[in-house]
């Protein structure tokens, strides 16, 4: 048996090649959408890729089993569970519970373990000349290391109404199911640490049955369904925006992107042209780097792992934008956007400093400079992280909206009075702030030091009601 395991950091996603060495025939499970990955690993290893199978129609990102299939004519492998409101829209071969996908020597069996959504499946894998036990399942988002996966995105981010108990349930009964299962029994989930399928996704890539049956909070209620639902549900992260665009794209046809596209380099005459006309330009320099000089109207969203996430919190899948960013940075980012279907890049530019325009400055506050802008009435102190990061602590006096949905609630800061805003590190409030500036808000001041810098320095923070201190 040959097994790769292809893990995107940008959006915290596993993908896995699973082959038959004797048969040089593989399958793979949860493919991203730049497909050229497991083509090459296929030719590395002299496989043909014969299967393509998904655990789910997922939320998170844009699947490249189509694209996948288009490039090597491989059969998609998806799930037929879940009722007439979960197929998928495409031609497909359909699976059941039970189902049996024979790859060369190795089996996969079909489980389905609904509650993160109605049709999710998992794979059971037996590599048969070794052994007629499992080996391996591949749970999607189904059972995580150290968690589980949410069943309130349906209802959060695509507006499906009592989904979200109804999944709970689903949920507590197919971990029953899990549990059945031989502990020695590797367990290789869609995401890790960082996805916000899930609040709290350990960092290591794999688990065994019988080891989460230990660890993971979701098996510690035997005879306790309420109280599962009840921890499950809460405080989960808040779903970006796109995910409602994922659902969609992911369960009926769309345009297929079998390459990687080349990004055009934008002249300067071309950028101001775009402005002009009412188009994004997104910097994706580090915030440093943007707050000593930035091109107004432009929005600071980094390039960093975190890209694809907010990118997609802040446009939508039918306007076209231009980036900021290096060379050496273009294809990198690029990959991380098709990832979630953004596919409307107009160009880029490198050096915002040759458009001949004036440039702005951030105002950002040191520590000191923050302690005693706080002191004062005339400010509105912005909390712009998640609310369940605002409830374990903030900075006393400070309200909470969170980053995402910032330019929905634009009514809530006062521009008669110094807005300050912060984050946890720095990241998001150097989001926040562009987005504000492009709103005409020109009081503005960005603590970037953030809570990781206010807590460091011995600095009290509030939760819920009671102020602590931390040293």
Known sequence: MFFQHIYDKSLAQGSYFIGCQKAGVAMVIDPKRDVDTYLEIARQNNMQITHIAETHIHADFLSGARELAAITGAGMYLSDE???????????????DGSLIKVGNLKFEVLHTPGHTPESISFLLTDTPASSAPVMLFTGDFVFVGDIGRPDLLEKAAGLKGTMDAGARQMY???????????YVQVWPGHGAGSACGKALGAVASTTVGYEKIRNWAFQ???DPEGFSENLLADQPEPPKYFAMMKMLNKTDRPLLTTVPEQTKLTAEQVLEGLAAGIKLIDTRNKADFAAGYVPGSLNVQGN?????????????????MLVAEDKQIEDLTRKLMRIGLDNVLGYINDVNNLGIELEVSHVLTIDEFRNMASTDDIQLIDLRGASEYKTGHIPGAENVFIGTLPQNLD????DKEVVIYCQGGDRAAIGYSILKKNEFERISNYSGGMNEWVKTGNTVAIEETIVNLV
């Open 412 to 415: 809530k800061l006062n521009k």
């Open 305 to 321: 792992n975190s890209f694809a996430t907010w990118m997609g919190w802040f446009l939508n899948y039918q306007e076209p934008f």
């Open 82 to 96: 879940g009722g007439p409101d979960w197929q998928y829209a495409f031609d497909h071969i359909a699976l059941k």
């Open 173 to 183: 009964q197919s971990l029953q199911k899990f549990e059945q299962l031989p502990d």
């Open 221 to 223: 209620y035997p005879e």
